[in-house]
């Protein structure tokens, strides 16, 4: 699905896929990860604005703060005793 066929889902999931496979090795800034949705799905700003915060919103991928903002999958912190 190309440009303004996509939905603010479909884009969402785009980030999350994108996040998850640069995982480890690049951290997304918020608006660099809005641009290369942009540019790789040709979708509108608006979209990429609310699939970010549906991301965000159902905790698919949190806010990070390492001198910047940056946007990343949720760590899972290892329970006690495991």
Not at 4 to 24: L, S
Not at 32 to 60: N, P, W, Y
Request: charged fraction near 30%.
């Amino acid at each position: 699905m190309e440009g303004d066929a996509m939905t603010a889902e479909q884009v969402a999931d785009a980030m999350v896929k994108m996040v998850t496979r640069d995982q480890g090795s690049k951290k997304w800034k918020p608006t660099e990860l809005k641009k290369a949705i942009q540019g790789h799905f040709g979708v509108d700003k608006k979209i990429c604005k609310q699939a970010l915060r549906l991301c965000i919103d159902s905790e698919r991928l949190i806010y990070t703060y390492y001198g910047s903002s940056y946007v990343e999958i949720p760590h899972t912190e290892p329970i006690a005793g495991d």
